[in-house]
């Protein structure tokens, strides 16, 4: 091999997007499987990536809750997961084994927060949280250019918060904690109360106000924690016309003038888009390659 080639795979509760760079991070070939069965999607991964020679090393951001820790047996398995059949699942020992290169494994959320920061909307910045609030909701963080991993990696969207007057009467939609954050501001919770999605309720719909002031309350949070530089939201959900705007002006206020950093340009949508997710896996690839 003369150049450095990377296989990159972001892989997701819906689809695994499958992907081969070169050194610059120019996307040579790429490819979406749907996620099925783990047998059947690993497989088809495997194949794709052995039809395309071999790999200097492998990026793997998956969905979680994941295994990071090398010095486990289940490094690189997915872990207790509701999603059927997947608990338990190999992700990152099939390629190391058929591929024989690095696989750099990490959570899809922490390898978009990596990617932003080396490429997009966090650029220069020292700490960056990127969130995605979609069907379920995640975060990740690079403090210092490196992922932040603690006993397993984070699990921000299981944060608590406090609950908005006029939302009192919902349980929450987590099987774990009611209402944490992904209990109250994922798609599935908020079909559940409303029986729409938020970009199909009107405008002038409260769900707009109580889901914007739940994201300001996790934001002024995180500001408490981490003083990020950037702080990124992205998912289907902050698809909605207007809802970031609804979150810089709830988490201006409910911040009270006291952090550092000002919510309404901290506050950002993905700098990267569509390519986060495969960018991200770039980037944990090219981490293991030598200096
Ligand atoms: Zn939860």
Request: glycine share 16%; hydrophobic share 40%; with cysteine.
């Amino acid at each position: 091999m003369n150049e450095p080639r990377y296989g990159l795979i972001e892989a997701g509760g819906t689809k695994f997007v499958l992907g081969v760079a070169d050194a610059n991070g120019t996307i040579l070939d790429r490819t979406r499987i749907p996620t099925l069965m783990p047998d059947e999607t690993i497989g088809a991964m495997l194949e794709w990536f052995g039809a395309r020679g071999a790999y200097s090393a492998i990026g793997l951001a998956t969905f979680g809750p994941v295994e990071l820790d090398p010095a486990s047996p289940q490094w690189g398995h997915i872990l207790k997961t509701a999603k059927p059949g997947w608990t338990g699942a190999d992700l990152a020992g099939p390629l190391q084994r058929r591929f024989a290169c690095p696989v750099i494994v990490d959570t899809d959320v922490n390898g978009a927060a990596l990617a932003e920061t080396t490429w997009g909307a966090g650029k220069g910045e020292q700490v960056v949280l990127y969130f995605t609030i979609g069907t379920g909701v995640g975060g990740g963080a690079v403090i210092n250019g490196r992922t932040l991993r603690g006993k397993g990696h984070p699990e921000m969207g299981h944060f608590r918060l406090p609950r908005h007057p006029d939302d009192l009467n919902y349980a929450g939609k987590c099987p774990f904690h009611g209402d944490c954050v992904e209990g109250l501001t994922a798609g599935p919770a908020i079909f559940d109360r409303w029986g729409k999605t938020l970009s199909d309720l009107p405008p002038d719909h409260p769900a707009h106000d109580i889901i914007s002031w739940y994201i300001a309350q996790l934001v002024v949070s995180m500001q408490a924690i981490f003083e990020p530089g950037k702080l990124i939201l992205g998912g289907g959900v902050m698809a909605t016309p207007g809802l970031i705007d609804r979150v810089r002006e709830k988490a201006v206020k409910l911040g009270g003038g006291y952090f550092r950093s000002d919510a309404s340009t901290m506050i950002s949508a993905p700098g990267l888009g569509d390519n986060a997710g495969l960018m991200g896996a770039f980037a944990l690839a090219q981490s293991a390659a030598p200096e």
